[in-house]
């Protein structure tokens, strides 16, 4: 399985969302790593809502792109700033509205996992279906 770093910008609400992917992802089999050096795979959560945070998240996504890692663009940046993005990133990206409400989105980015979010409550485990299992 992969080794995933999870980086996250600013907000609060996004650090929950960074939370869920921990969670989605370590019940999969992967490993959260805390250092991208050591990752296969580089979870950036940017905010793209203020000028300053989203300058800062457009920085730091440059230099999590020199490290030998995929990267996956997550948050509000995807959606606040689509042009800007594609401007400097060609990779995967998911937006914060798909983290809440789509989970579809998330797991074509991972295909090999074998545990999905509930369609029903978006949860990873819930009760109302003890997650869907591909």
Same mark, same amino acid.
């Given at each position: 399985?992969? !080794? *995933?770093?999870?980086?996250?910008? #600013?907000? $609060?609400? +996004?650090?929950?969302?960074?939370? !869920? ?10 490993? *959260?790593?805390? !250092?991208?050096?050591? #990752? ?5 959560? =940017?905010? =793209? ?9 457009? !920085? /730091?996504?440059?230099?999590? /792109? /020199?490290?030998?890692?995929? *990267?996956?663009?997550? =948050?509000?940046?995807? #959606?606040? $700033?689509? $042009? +800007? ?5 060609? =990779? ?19 295909? $090999?996992? /074998?545990?999905?979010?509930? +369609? +029903? ?11 869907? *299992?591909?």
């Amino acid at each position: 399985m992969k !080794k *995933i770093f999870l980086y996250v910008t #600013a907000c $609060e609400l +996004r650090l929950l969302d960074a939370n !869920k992917l921990c969670t989605y992802f370590t019940v999969n089999g992967h490993e *959260i790593v805390d !250092k991208p050096e050591k #990752a296969d795979v580089i979870i950036f959560i =940017g905010c =793209g809502i203020f000028n300053d945070t989203t300058d800062y998240s457009f !920085k /730091k996504l440059e230099k999590y /792109k /020199k490290y030998n890692a995929e *990267i996956i663009v997550a =948050g509000c940046l995807p #959606a606040m $700033e689509e $042009e +800007r993005l594609k401007e400097v990133f060609k =990779g995967k990206t998911v937006s914060t509205k798909d983290l809440d409400k789509n989970p579809d989105e998330v797991d074509k980015l991972f295909p $090999e996992n /074998k545990i999905s979010r509930c +369609r +029903r409550c978006k949860h990873i485990l819930c009760k109302c279906s003890i997650s869907e *299992i591909r």
